[in-house]
């Protein structure tokens, strides 16, 4: 962990030439307007982790903005973030004001890359309070922060005068970088907000760090309290909350240590935020690894979203009214959706359809019609018999061709009609069952079926 008397040379080192630089220009507007310009959060904890040669690439960066503006409706963030776009054209600004947040975009960038800058107002008070006054000032950024959930991410470092490369940690989130430990902030956190405890887990596995005991003990009272109730996703939703449910699942269900996030969730109890029968039992856990193999081998370029299969998995065996809700209820995408839909009667169906088979080309049509992630779902659900010949569907038999197609049907002279789908799939049985190899043995299959009608 980075020493702390003066952070500017160190994240003048560690962040990209193009980064540091606007923020040396975000934090000179703010000081002509008399306002202090924080950076907060997780760019801070990153930067204090990276030892000094390391470059960090930040894509995400939090800024608080301190002081007075001139309207009620327009805090200082976002007169502050407007000034800013005015400057760079190519960055597009987002306003919420609700919250009084403003967020720059650049995407792809040739000068910045891709890069979200969040500049949020501590101070809802709109009069001209001195802010030269230290108090005020600390006190407004204090509160900022003691919002946030972890002492690790409650870290902050003034960017304007005086004092700036000043860190400013009220909480000890320097000693907790130091001690590799993910501590909340406060008792009732994760009852204010259950979707911490998905982000602690989450902390916790990145940066290899442990959960505090305490901050654990709160996770379990929470969790026993059924705050998850809080989360049910019935009729009474609450949106905001669900969606950052979401948000952090699939954060942590797409991450590259999904696996130990998934097992420290579920050693939590807390995969019961999702659903009260969402168990982590030896059967799902074996079906989610087996699954996620196969789509690295199928799907490598991950078209189908690997964390909604695993999500998937991991609520199928809530009851299939409830399981329902709960993927409408997290916006699930709609393929996925389709598949949630689709009872596991119907994976039995192809399983016991399967056995019955005894010829590759009977076995292919039972399963050419599904898609890759229905295949895999019903593998991961069936007896090894089955998902050997799923496997050998999937990775051999899809890829055989007929030694014929249409086009040289019609250079054979053969008038196209219905009768080609008939004459095509013969050749394509024949084919698989390994009953023909040659575009000569297919000819004499083709002459034999149009002669005879
Ligand atoms: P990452 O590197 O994973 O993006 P981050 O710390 O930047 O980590 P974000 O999810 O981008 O995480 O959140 C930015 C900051 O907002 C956090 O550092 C934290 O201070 C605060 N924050 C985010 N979510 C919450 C929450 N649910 N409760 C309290 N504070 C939060």
């Given at each position: 962990v980075a020493t702390v008397s003066c952070l500017l040379p160190s994240m003048r080192h560690s962040l990209k030439k193009s980064t540091w630089k606007l923020l040396e220009m975000i934090a000179k507007e703010a000081e002509d307007q008399g306002w202090h310009l924080y950076i907060v959060g997780g760019a801070v904890r990153d930067l204090l982790l990276t030892n000094n040669n390391q470059k960090v690439s930040l894509q995400d960066i939090d800024l608080v903005v301190d002081g007075f503006h001139r309207?009620?409706?327009?805090g200082a963030g976002v007169e502050l973030a407007s000034t800013i776009q005015k400057k760079y054209p190519n960055c597009r600004l987002s306003v919420h004001g609700e919250f009084q947040t403003a967020a720059l975009l650049w995407h792809?960038?040739?000068?910045?890359?891709s890069l979200w800058i969040d500049i949020a107002t501590?101070?809802?008070?709109?009069?001209?309070?001195?802010?030269?006054?230290p108090e005020v000032e600390s006190s407004s950024i204090r509160q900022d922060l003691y919002r946030r959930d972890f002492t690790i991410n409650a870290l902050a470092v003034r960017l304007t005068p005086p004092r700036e490369g000043e860190l400013l940690d009220f909480f000890g989130g320097l000693l907790d970088l130091k001690g590799k430990e993910v501590r909340v902030l406060h008792a009732n956190s994760f009852i204010e907000d259950p979707t911490r405890i998905y982000r602690a887990v989450r902390f916790a596995v990145r940066l290899n760090f442990d959960i505090e005991p305490q901050t654990e003990t709160y996770i379990r009272y929470a969790i026993e309290s059924g705050i998850y109730d809080k989360l049910k996703?019935?009729?009474?939703?609450t949106p905001a909350l669900t969606t950052r449910l979401k948000a952090e699942s699939k954060y942590i269900l797409e991450a590259n240590y999904w696996k130990p996030a998934l097992q420290l969730l579920s050693d939590l109890d807390s995969l019961k935020c999702l659903h009260n029968q969402v168990i982590l039992d030896d059967k799902i856990w074996w079906q989610i690894r087996c699954a996620s193999r196969w789509l690295r081998y199928l799907d490598p370029d991950n078209n189908i979203g690997h964390w909604l299969i695993r999500l998937e998995i991991l609520i199928s065996k809530i009851n299939p009214q409830e399981r329902k809700q709960l993927a409408l209820n997290l916006h699930l995408p709609k393929d996925s959706l389709e598949r949630i839909d689709k009872d596991n009667i119907i994976y039995s169906e192809i399983q016991e359809l399967l056995l019955k088979c005894n010829k590759i080309s009977d076995k292919y049509k039972q399963l050419y019609r599904n898609k890759l992630a229905d295949l895999i779902l019903v593998a991961v659900n069936s007896k090894k018999e089955v998902r050997r010949i799923i496997w050998q569907y999937l990775t051999q038999w899809s890829k055989i061709q007929a030694p014929l197609n249409g086009n040289d049907l019609k250079r054979m002279g053969y008038k196209p009609g219905p009768q080609y789908k008939l004459v095509l799939d013969r050749l394509l049985a024949l084919t698989l069952d390994g009953e023909i190899k040659t575009q000569q043995e297919a000819a004499i299959i083709v002459k034999q079926m149009f002669d005879n009608g």
């Open positions: 309207s009620a409706d327009v792809k960038d040739p000068e910045f890359g501590s101070r809802t008070e709109f009069y001209p309070y001195p802010a030269a006054n996703l019935k009729n009474h939703v």
